[in-house]
């Protein structure tokens, strides 16, 4: 990351990092929530799981660890895979007025995701859309800290338990959407490969290209010496592009995904995989968290929000659904051969790692054509949909989909190259169909 002081008076030179007070790695440490929980002084706890988690009994040693040390337990595991304003509202509904000290959350993205918004909805009610972020919400930040909440994943993708973000589906508009705030980052996280056994190989997949596309698009955001000096650092945004730590993590998380996803996905048991899978979520959501994501991101939020039929394989829903990490890959490939243009440095090195020959010197059409093809192939490895016609997906939503990937501001001007409606048109006609 190379630059010159020269004329930064106007442009913002800090970057800063902000992890969980506790951040605790290995096999077993799952069991050592209790300890963490009477360490922080709680005493009733609001323990936020998913279905199949409880209904397996799997969510049980959290709750033994946490009764041991005296701690009252309620248990809340009415989750919505990709949880949404009004499932979230459920959880908040169920949890006011019930003067909770802390929160324990024990599940995937969207189980960590509900209890950080029930954190922040409890301890400072107001509408939901307050908090969401602009243009969609208000956008505001929470009056202060929140309640001691401790996060322990059971799947190796979003890296919710070491982020300030909550992602959520605004149903009236059709369009994915978020929260963010480091005050709602977890105070604890508790990172278990073990937890991660039981995951089914396309649950595994979709979480994994998860890590990669948090990894990829954090390293190739924009510089965050880039952006205009804010008038307080309270107006300092929660992704203020890549940073050299930001960079460090990003190239270990996608080396780690190129040799171990497909591992994992083929043999659900290969705990050399999982150990690493684990480790590479963790390590990039610490670096999206502030770094930021892009493109891929903005593109799935509406592919998310606007899908009608289809419904992925291993999935225990009744209802149409394309995973988090399944629909910010869908826009991956074309949205960096957008950007290798401008930065064809990132780009030719994240292809590099994922196996493809590409030198920097290339131009940025060769660069381009790398990056698209190493994706493909993985892609294709883990058996994901050909395109988005596949998901059921026509020309005619097109404009609809340009429009919600347009409102995500907040991730587009983290580009490099900041996309507009007619670059937006193009990469979802390309991504109908790859292959």
Not at 246 to 252: I, L, P, Q, R, V
């Amino acid at each position: 990351m190379a630059f010159s002081f020269m004329g930064m008076g106007e442009l913002d030179t800090v970057f800063s990092l902000s992890i969980p007070q506790v951040v605790k790695f290995g096999f077993g440490v799952t069991s050592e929530v209790g300890y963490e929980a009477r360490r922080l002084g709680l005493k009733r706890v609001l323990l936020v799981t998913g279905r199949t988690l409880y209904e397996s009994g799997r969510y049980e040693v959290v709750k033994q660890s946490l009764e041991n040390e005296g701690i009252q337990v309620d248990v809340y595991y009415n989750v919505h895979i990709e949880p949404t304003d009004e499932s979230i509202m459920d959880a908040v509904n169920y949890a006011k007025d019930k003067n909770y000290d802390g929160f324990v959350a024990f599940g995937g993205g969207s189980v960590m995701d509900t209890a950080k918004a029930v954190n922040l909805l409890t301890t400072y009610p107001a509408p939901i859309m307050d908090y969401i972020n602009k243009p969609i919400g208000q956008g505001k930040a929470p009056p202060g800290p929140l309640k001691p909440l401790i996060a322990i994943p059971t799947t190796a993708g979003t890296g919710a338990e070491n982020t300030g973000v909550i992602v959520l589906d605004v149903l009236k508009y059709h369009v994915k959407t978020g929260i963010s705030h480091p005050y709602i980052r977890p105070t604890v996280a508790l990172i278990d490969p073990l937890n991660t056994l039981s995951m089914s190989p396309m649950i595994t997949a979709s979480t994994g290209l998860d890590v990669l596309m948090h990894a990829i698009e954090s390293y190739t955001a924009r510089p965050y010496y880039s952006r205009p000096r804010p008038k307080s650092p309270a107006e300092r945004p929660a992704y203020v592009g890549a940073t050299p730590i930001s960079d460090m993590f990003a190239e270990k998380a996608i080396e780690w995904v190129a040799k171990y996803l497909r591992r994992a996905t083929y043999n659900g048991s290969d705990i050399e995989a999982r150990y690493y899978m684990m480790l590479g979520a963790s390590i990039a959501g610490i670096g999206f968290g502030h770094a930021g994501v892009h493109i891929p991101h903005a593109m799935a939020y509406p592919i998310a929000g606007m899908v009608k039929e289809w419904k992925p394989p291993d999935y225990p829903v009744d209802y149409p659904l394309v995973p988090h990490g399944i629909s910010v890959t869908m826009g991956a490939p074309t949205a960096m051969k957008y950007i290798a243009v401008v930065a064809p440095d990132r780009v030719a090195r994240a292809a590099q790692i994922l196996g493809v020959h590409v030198e920097p010197t290339e131009t940025p059409k060769k660069i381009g054509e790398a990056i698209y093809e190493a994706l493909i192939r993985l892609m294709q490895d883990l058996g994901l949909p050909s395109g988005l016609r596949e998901m059921g997906f026509k020309d005619v939503d097109v404009p609809n989909l340009v429009e919600g990937a347009y409102a995500q501001q907040r991730l587009l001007v983290v580009s490099p190259k900041v996309p507009g409606k007619k670059d937006l048109e193009q990469m979802f006609k390309e991504a109908m169909q790859y292959w």
